[in-house]
């Protein structure tokens, strides 16, 4: 009975560490696959236009996962060699706080169990962020500040114009430095407390999206449990004006119909919706109605378009430039941006090293070198130039 016990004690131990060394890279792994695809066909006219471009991404949540990213690994879709390789100048790097079981795009519950919970217990994040929701956001941001301290040649963050500059100078030289900019994936990570907010900010965070996958205390989710009619509660009214005020931009990807309207009427600042399609091409219930996005495009915001097939309809590079063509179509070529989504819990056929692919697509759907440009990440900069602070002296 001894020597059995101390078996089964072993073999306890060994699975219990099997979960905690294994698990999380596994969940990774499922979560975040890339197709498996012969090499994307990119001409060397598309590789030249695509080395001379500043591409930026508004959306990837790749500091969830537990990745080294300044190495390249053969899992999910970001890292920094990787960033590198597909010429991103320009990634925000969003934080996830709180994802509730049974996600869809059609309802759920804020009560729902947590699967965020699970995976930072498994992954040994620090147990202060176990069950709060802004220490969750604040250990995803000090990760990437512990990138940028020990990396400073791969990575700098990105929190007023002038450090955009800087990114800019450091890669005219030679040193393809990329530029960071943090954000929240949903309001809840202000735990309700309006006090937050300058804590994040002071953690470096500049963008946050209102909602995620859930009502929380700033308002309603597109797919939460009043669907679209609940918007701002005072609290997210609060919120938003304290973004203005800081020089935050303000996403409004996943909120509710209601919610972004409201947005709307409070301010007079460039809007984002940093990672979603164009209904009246791929009519999803992930996409906002058209209308909508005109009125978005309006405050001089962007759209930025997302590379899964839930947005897009088809999740080629091919059709993710049918769904920027069509983004153009609808809202003008100023107001269209790259929005991956990459290390979101999506199936892409790509991941960002092999971004050329996209541009060679956009170049055979025959739009020219200065819209591309503008698609590829200028339009991006020129938000981030509004609406961004500059340096204090």
């Known amino acids: 009975m001894r020597r059995f016990l101390a078996w089964s004690s072993a073999l306890t131990t060994l699975a219990i560490a099997a979960f905690f060394t294994l698990g999380p890279g596994i969940a990774d792994r499922l979560q975040n696959p890339v197709a498996p695809h012969e090499p994307w066909p990119i001409s060397p006219e598309a590789q030249a236009l695509h080395d001379r471009l500043i591409v930026g991404d508004l959306h990837a949540d790749a500091l969830l996962w537990d990745r080294d990213l300044t190495r390249r690994h053969d899992r999910g879709h970001v890292d920094l060699p990787r960033l590198r390789e597909g010429n991103v100048a320009f990634q925000v790097f969003t934080t996830v706080t709180k994802s509730p079981s049974g996600l869809n795009y059609d309802h759920n519950s804020a009560e729902a169990r947590d699967n965020i919970t699970a995976l930072f217990i498994g992954q040994l994040r620090p147990p202060r962020a176990w069950f709060d929701l802004t220490e969750r956001a604040l250990v995803q941001a000090e990760a990437l500040a512990r990138i940028e301290a020990t990396k400073p040649d791969l990575l700098r963050i990105v929190r007023t114009v002038d450090d955009i500059d800087d990114v800019l100078r450091l890669r005219t030289a030679g040193q393809p430095v990329i530029g960071a900019i943090l954000g929240a994936e949903g309001g809840?990570?202000?735990s309700g407390d309006p006090g937050n907010l300058g804590r994040l900010y002071d953690a470096g965070f500049r963008l946050?999206?209102?909602t995620h996958f859930f009502d929380n205390e700033l308002g309603g989710s597109l797919h939460g449990e009043n669907t679209w009619e609940k918007g701002l509660t005072d609290f997210g009214?609060?919120?938003?004006?304290?973004?203005?005020?800081r020089g935050m931009i303000i996403?409004?990807?996943h909120a509710s119909v209601r919610m972004a309207r409201d947005v709307l009427q409070i301010t007079d600042v460039p809007i984002i919706v940093s990672h979603t399609g164009i209904h009246g091409h791929c009519p999803s219930r992930r996409n906002f109605p058209d209308d909508l996005m005109r009125d978005i495009a309006a405050t001089g915001g962007v759209?930025?378009?997302g590379y899964w097939a839930d947005v897009t309809c088809d999740d080629t590079p091919a059709g993710i430039a049918d769904a920027i063509v069509a983004a153009i179509a609808l809202v003008g070529e100023d107001h269209v941006a790259l929005g991956s989504d990459f290390d979101?819990?999506?199936?892409t056929t790509l991941d960002t090293s092999e971004l050329a692919a996209l541009t060679q697509a956009l170049m055979d759907r025959g739009l020219s070198e200065p819209t591309i440009a503008k698609v590829m990440?200028?339009?991006m900069m020129r938000v981030l130039r509004e609406i961004l602070p500059r340096r204090k002296a």
């Open 188 to 190: 809840h990570a202000l």
């Open 208 to 210: 946050i999206g209102l």
């Open 237 to 245: 009214r609060e919120v938003v004006r304290g973004m203005v005020e």
């Open 251 to 253: 996403d409004l990807a």
């Open 303 to 305: 759209i930025g378009i």
């Open 344 to 347: 979101g819990a999506v199936k």
């Open 377 to 379: 990440g200028g339009n």
